[in-house]
């Protein structure tokens, strides 16, 4: 099976960038995206394309794919961006999604 | 406005069946693959398995093949995920959530609200 690693938390100061990551073996080769959570609440589409944001979604969040590495960028990061993050790829005719990354912003 | 509705809270005891449902309405029904997505209590996301309405096509993960069924009503918009006899570690929260294809690019756009299953005894 086809597994995607995520760090279980990232921490960040509001205003800085939050990196999050997300490896799987050749992921490059894969189109992937990332969902955003928030508790009590259904996932929200963040990012598809590896790079390309939903409407709606705020500049701040960007998005990369390189070689076993996804990453998921928030730029000038807000208080309102505290969440888990999942990313997620479509292997072999299952959708695969990461572990969650919680991200703390203080 | 595209929405997907589920059902509500359930509390079972073991070994009873159960079928929780997600009715799609903003958009048309059977276009879209509906996808059905596991959290069990303060876990991540697991993909369960997708139908597509129209002729309710279906495919597994096959870590829940077996385990629960998939189908869809086509006439009244609404996707079902079901289980003959239930277990307590199938609580959890269970999302249906479209999904969405542009170009090779694959994702679930739209999510309902979740349908939280205990099963305890």
């Known amino acids: ?106 | 406005e595209v929405q997907l509705v589920q059902s509500g809270a359930e509390v079972k005891k073991p070994g009873e069946s159960l079928k929780i449902s997600c009715k799609g309405s903003g958009y048309s029904f059977t276009d879209f693959w509906i996808g059905w997505v596991r959290q069990m209590p303060g876990k991540g996301l697991e993909w369960m398995g997708i139908i597509y309405p129209d002729d309710s096509d279906t495919r597994y993960n096959p870590s829940f093949r077996g385990q629960v069924t998939i189908s869809a009503d086509k006439s009244i918009s609404t996707a079902y995920l079901q289980w003959r006899s239930l277990r307590a570690s199938d609580t959890g929260m269970y999302f249906c959530a479209r999904h969405e294809k542009k170009g090779p690019a694959t994702m679930f756009d739209y999510w309902g609200q979740g349908s939280l299953v205990t099963v305890s005894s």
């Open chain 1, 1 to 106: 099976s086809y597994d995607l690693i995520q760090p279980p938390s990232v921490s960040v100061s509001p205003g800085q960038t939050a990196t999050i990551t997300c490896s799987g073996d050749d992921l490059e080769d894969k189109y992937v995206c990332w969902y955003q959570q928030k508790p009590g609440q259904s996932p929200v589409l963040v990012m598809y394309e590896d790079a390309r944001r939903p409407s709606g979604i705020p500049e701040r969040f960007s998005g990369s794919n390189s070689g076993n590495t996804a990453t998921l960028t928030i730029s000038g990061t807000q208080v309102m961006d505290e969440a888990d993050y999942y990313c997620q790829a479509w292997d072999n005719s299952i959708w695969v999604f990461g572990g969650g990354t919680k991200l703390t912003v203080l």
